[in-house]
């Protein structure tokens, strides 16, 4: 019956449970404010599968350090990451380089939607991509019925004259309809499923507020690891015209 009780129980609460259990008696007499935020998987709403996209290359001759460029994203089992926003922000984990530049790019299907191009950061951290306000993601399904899905990509250009080199990571993102993201917290969007807007938001309340989220999806190499500067755009006599 016990077990039968815990499984039905929200990872959420299961991980502020274990919190609990770990500390000292004396710190429980006064309930803290917030321990940590758990993201779960949805359940019931109706999004695309999370289909394999081409592998990463995730290290190479332009990066150093023993943690490899990466996407800030959940494991399969938490299935199709989501957002209520239809111009998110996107998190990758950078290691040093010594490249020409990065790029992201975003694509519907086949047909690329967006594409922009930085210079490279010189130092190792996380960086944030914003989608552009007039490049709004469109939520639920498509003419056909089927749950409209986003992949994207963030290339870093070790040689612009030899793009086989690039340090590439990937990912997917669907936009839920219906859903109102504003003034939420971290604990609540991660509770509603919608990892991009939480990890987000959690980066607007603070370290503690990421770290918490990244270690409830496992992705414990990034905790600790500090948001860089906003990303600088490439001049227009600089940037490099898409193929």
């Not at 959940?74 to 996107?90: Q, Y």
């Not at 709004?136 to 990509?153: D, F, H, M, S, V």
């Not at 993201?181 to 509603?192: F, G, K, R, V």
């Not at 500067?229 to 015209?241: F, G, Q, S, V």
Request: with cysteine.
């Amino acid at each position: 019956m016990l077990n039968a009780i815990v499984k039905s129980l929200p990872l959420s609460l299961l991980v502020f449970a274990q919190v609990i259990g770990m500390m000292p008696a004396q710190a429980r007499t006064t309930p803290p404010q917030l321990i940590a935020q758990a993201f779960r998987a949805p359940f019931g709403a109706a999004v695309p599968d999370r289909r394999r996209l081409p592998p990463p290359r995730a290290s190479g001759d332009c990066s150093t350090g023993d943690i490899k460029l990466a996407s800030l994203l959940p494991g399969e089992a938490f299935g199709m990451p989501l957002t209520g926003s239809a111009n998110p922000e996107f998190y990758v984990y950078l290691p040093e380089v010594s490249a020409d530049y990065v790029e992201f790019s975003i694509f519907k299907g086949r047909k690329s939607i967006h594409k922009a191009q930085f210079a490279a950061p010189t130092e190792a951290g996380v960086v944030a991509i914003a989608l552009p306000e007039d490049i709004a993601l469109e939520a639920g399904t498509n003419t056909t019925g089927k749950p409209i899905a986003y992949q994207w990509y963030f290339n870093v250009v070790c040689d612009a004259e030899d793009r086989s080199t690039d340090l590439k990571t990937n990912g997917w993102i669907h936009r839920l309809t219906d859903i109102d993201i504003s003034e939420q917290s971290a604990t609540e969007l991660a509770d509603m499923g919608l990892w991009y807007d939480a990890l987000n938001a959690a980066y607007n309340e603070g370290q503690t507020a990421v770290d918490n989220l990244l270690e409830s999806v496992e992705l414990n190499d990034f905790v600790g690891v500090p948001l860089l500067p906003e990303l600088m755009p490439m001049e227009p006599d600089t940037a490099i015209l898409p193929e």
